[in-house]
């Protein structure tokens, strides 16, 4: 079993930047892939970025080049660094963590909410 509890969020202005951060424990070992995905209101949830166990990272193409996805293996910790918000950029953002035997995890999630 893994568990993730997401930290950061909150309210920021358009233009602005927030960091989330994720703490994953249990059974780190068997994780592969680490992400964050977001659902706004009304929508379906959606991949905002993950990060591989070697670092190799991927992003939604609207979020290229405002978010950056890293982690710290000492602290176990994945981090989504956001930049030039956007009011589309609000929503509950969701860390996941896919285990190499295809078990997905979820954080609870924390808002983020854009203003204009």
Known sequence: QVQLVESGG?????????RLSCAASGSIF?????GWYRQAPGKRRELVA??????????????????TISRDNAKNTVYLQMNSL?????????????AYNAVAY???GTLVTVSS
């Open 50 to 67: 993950t990060i591989t166990r070697y670092d190799s990272t991927n992003y939604a193409d609207s979020v290229k080049g405002r978010f």
């Open 106 to 108: 979820w954080g609870k």
């Open 30 to 34: 068997s994780i592969n892939v680490m």
């Open 10 to 18: 909150g309210l920021a202005q358009a233009g602005g930047s927030q």
């Open 86 to 98: 956007k009011p589309e950029d609000t929503a509950v953002y969701y860390c996941n963590a896919a």
